[in-house]
């Protein structure tokens, strides 16, 4: 008895549908492991950006503490050579 003829392309679509499929969710994931990667990268980036500017500010803050006990070191300089 031959086969019916709808069964028999029934298969090779479903199997190329499946491989499709396969397919689609292997790509997919290696696209979320790409994504979930640059998020890692950015976040290193943003989290040395924020070093930075720590560093960066602290560095302010003594140049500033600095100059303000320098001046006050002349002051007393001054109010002392003017006696």
């Not at 298969?11 to 491989?19: D, E, F, K, N, S």
Request: aromatic share 2%.
């Amino acid at each position: 008895m031959p086969r019916h003829p709808d069964r028999r392309s029934a298969r090779p679509t479903a199997l190329r549908i499946a491989l499709f499929l396969s397919l689609s969710v292997s790509l997919s994931a290696c696209g979320l492991g790409d994504s979930g990667s640059a998020a890692v990268t950015a976040a290193k980036l943003k989290a040395s950006e924020a070093e930075s500017a720590r560093a960066t500010k602290e560095k302010l803050e003594q140049q500033i503490a600095d100059s303000q006990q320098q001046a006050a070191q002349r002051q007393k300089e001054i109010e002392a050579a003017t006696r």
